[in-house]
């Protein structure tokens, strides 16, 4: 689903996934309300595996209207699709559950590519929003003994998600089975108190479980 109020932009965007033999799109609207209607409406199939949610919308806003997507369909991706680059937009969005972080600006390519990470189970952040969150996240205190909650291999996947890697890569780099990663992306979400990968990987730099630097290495 497009949720999305400029026309040009929406229906250029919904023609190029229409194209995609791997991509079906279920509706696409102008203002978020009226998204909200339509999944709140049982008889109205089907529903969306991923939402693609602009932020600045008439009416309720992306970031206002975000819960509200998530609550009317708790197992949906949503992906910020937006021109904001300011760094408040991009932390109430990951906070407020929002699996990847998009610019309007990026190749319809890496558009498509965000779309099958998160469904993946990965999050996708534009690199500049990615190195953007680190700087941000930097500035808030570790707090002590935030490692402890996650045992070794744990904290291994995470950082492994924090470089960007999806769930058979890091199969691949660890020499475990896919649903051996799978139960640990479990159990780091729950031990985080976290939804998605993004969320995880938010949380994991704020808290200092993660340190920016050590993506630098």
Do not use: W
């Not at 008889?43 to 992306?62: A, H, M, Q, S, Y």
């Not at 990987?201 to 808290?207: D, G, H, L, Q």
């Amino acid at each position: 689903m497009i949720v999305e109020d400029h026309p040009e932009y929406r229906d250029g965007i919904s023609l190029a996934l229409e194209s995609d033999p791997g991509i079906r799109l279920a509706r696409s609207f102008g203002t978020a309300e009226r998204a909200l209607r339509h999944l709140q409406d049982r008889r109205e199939t089907p529903k969306p595996d991923v939402i693609l949610l602009d932020l600045n919308l008439p009416g309720i806003g992306g970031i206002e209207a975000l819960p509200y997507f998530r609550i009317c369909l708790p197992s949906a991706k949503i992906i910020i699709l937006t021109q904001s680059d300011r760094e408040d937009d991009v932390l109430a969005a990951i906070s407020s559950g929002a699996s990847g972080y998009i610019l309007k600006s990026s190749p319809l390519g890496q558009i498509k590519e965000s779309i099958e990470t998160v469904m993946a189970g990965g999050a996708a952040l534009d690199a500049g929003m990615a190195r953007h969150i680190l700087k941000s996240l930097e500035k808030s205190p570790p707090k002590p003994g935030a490692k402890n909650q996650l045992s070794e291999r744990e904290l291994q996947v995470l950082g492994l998600l924090g470089e960007g890697l999806l769930k058979k890569e890091i199969s691949d780099k660890l020499g475990v089975a896919i649903p051996t990663v799978a139960t640990h992306v479990r159990h780091i979400y729950e031990k985080l108190n976290v939804q998605n990968a993004a969320a995880a990987i938010s949380k994991a730099y704020r808290t200092g479980i993660l340190r920016a630097d050590e993506g630098d290495e």
